[in-house]
């Protein structure tokens, strides 16, 4: 069977052939860009309607919505995180820990990446989420406390703030925490020039005789020591 000519195919649908590919290149050729802005985000509905729309299992649905809410960083629609309302991701980080309490996920996001953005007030709305976290099940969350300490003290370079995050995991948790957490507090002190108090509690807390292991018993014993120093050469220092 011979194949018909060009010329046998009418005008009309030529042309709207040829205006179809027309379109289909230049659509290809400059795709439609979605522009994000920091009102993308909505703030959150209340955490009731969720397990509603949970069905009963809200635990997958927890991780679904934190997907979704890192989605505002990444693939067509993109906001830098230090562009986004603080009190709306909180607001999602709080309804995903509401319908999961035992992820670790949304405080795991709280404080490595929207604790890490370059602006200090949403950074401090990041740190005190997880400080309220916390507080909640210190047991369960405190290395998230931990880790807003650290970024208190080096990023923020907020001593003070450090050190309350600090003596809230001193006295919110106990032996199944791990000793350098609940001793954070003692060296803080130290930083911030609170030589007394910093050897008084380290002093007892080596005198309590919770601390077995023998390394460190003497890296503590040395710490002690130096402090000690310390304050006689602030009260003398010609010695």
């Known amino acids: 069977m011979r194949e018909r000519s060009i010329k046998a195919v009418p005008i009309p649908v030529q042309l709207i052939v040829a205006l179809g590919l027309a379109l289909q290149i230049a659509w290809s050729a400059w795709p439609p860009r979605v522009t994000a802005t920091a009102e993308a985000l909505p703030a959150p509905l209340n955490v009731e309607l969720w397990r509603v729309a949970s069905l009963g299992d809200p635990i997958p649905l927890s991780r679904a919505l934190m997907l979704w809410l890192q989605c505002f960083d990444n693939g067509a629609v993109t906001i830098p995180f230090r562009s986004l309302d603080y009190a709306h991701v909180t607001g999602w980080l709080d309804t ?98 609170e030589v007394d108090s910093a050897s008084i509690l380290l002093g007892g807390l080596l005198e309590s005789g919770t601390i077995t292991d023998a390394n460190e018993l003497r890296f503590l014993s040395e710490r002690l020591k130096r402090l000690q120093q310390r304050r006689n050469h602030e009260l003398d220092p010609a010695k």
Do not use: C
Not at 135 to 164: C, F, G, Y
């Open 96 to 193: 995903a820990l509401a319908l999961d309490k035992n992820s670790q996920y949304p405080l795991l996001t709280a404080t490595r990446l929207y604790a890490e953005v370059s602006d200090a007030a949403r950074q401090r709305q990041m740190l005190d989420f997880v400080y309220r976290k916390f507080l909640e099940a210190p047991t369960l969350r405190w290395r998230w406390l931990a880790q807003a300490a650290v970024i208190a003290k080096h990023s923020l370079n907020d001593l003070p703030l450090a050190l309350k995050f600090a003596q809230a995991l001193a006295d919110n948790t106990n032996n199944t925490v791990p000793a350098w957490a609940r001793q954070m507090h003692i060296f803080l002190r130290e930083d911030l020039g």
